[in-house]
């Protein structure tokens, strides 16, 4: 008999920034609206989330929203039941009294640990191993969002992606470029608002507040909204995660960073600079190279170099002057391999639907 696996338990511990709960939000909507799972979202700071999900309460220790049940995860929070399928996101440690409550279900619930983003071959190797608790009757499987078939895939909805492609095919009116800019305070801001203000047609930069917006304040000054030359800069306050999404499919080209903006840019299809998560010892340039290499795929084109050495620029060392002007010079055929990148990793099978298709063979 095939499991029903009904209950699916999430336990997100917001690290830092909102790339975890940004994960871990749109996963529980997209498995309780596309697979029909009653799922509850256990988060330790609910202020990360709310700015996502502007509905929510901060002083409520359960809610529901948007078809998920949203549970404060709190040192003293009660345990009264466990899922079918729970889902540890990014090593995050279950609580004790979980993982005791783990070992009396029968069957046993199946145990993910959902990991970060890497294009690295070494995670499809990874890829659905087991991982035998050292003292207790519990298997857990790790489990990598990918680039490959041989991973768990990116998160995916299809009935909103459909809608925003429906959304842009609306006639566009707008003149000059868009621009989003989502970054990390080490990333290059003021080099590349002084390239934007040489610019003989106009831009509009929307910044999004946090990091960006210090940078963009630390070179230009105190101010609310900035005019260089034909550059605007126009700071936009945190947005629903919705909103977000809507923003990088009308914007020309985005400036994204971490995770979760990285993935939806990459179905935006528009020209993209992603910076990554930087860690010590520059290992994420490693991380970086191994997504430059996958989207390039051997292309040895003025548009796949134009793309990888804006971001290299970007991310750590280079001329981005240089790069940025290629980068714009290349820009119609950068878009027009971005469509073709987005579809052909939407062949792939989504993450959510991985999950639910790995989850059913481990009971
Ligand atoms: O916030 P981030 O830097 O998150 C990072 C990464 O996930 C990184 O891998 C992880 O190690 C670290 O967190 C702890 O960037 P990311 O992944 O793009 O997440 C941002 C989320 O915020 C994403 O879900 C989009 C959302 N967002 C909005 O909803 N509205 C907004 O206005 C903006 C700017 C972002």
Redesign the pocket.
Known sequence: MVAMQLHWDIFCRV??????V??CW?LARQLAAEHGKRVRLWVDDLNSLQ??CPAIDVSLARQACLGVEILHWTETAAIDRVGEVIIEAFACELPAPYLAAMTQTAPRPCWINLE?LTAESWAEGCHGLASPHPSLPLVKYFFFPGFSAATGGLLREKYWLARLAEEVVLPDLHNGLDISL?CYDTAPVGNLLDLLAESSSEIRLHV?PGKPLAAVTTHLGPGVQWQRGKLSVLP?D????DD?DRLLWRCDINF???????V?AQWAGKPFVWQI?PQEEAAHLVKLEAFLARYSGGRNTPAANAAVNLARAWNSEGDLRQAWGDFLAARPEIATYNQLWASRLAENRNLAESLVKFCVTKV
Do not use: I, K, M, T
Request: no cysteine.
């Open positions: 690290v830092d920034n909102y790339g975890d940004g994960v749109r700015p996502l970060y989502f999004a936009f945190f947005l629903p995660q977000y994204v960073r971490g995770e979760d903006s990285f939806r998560y």
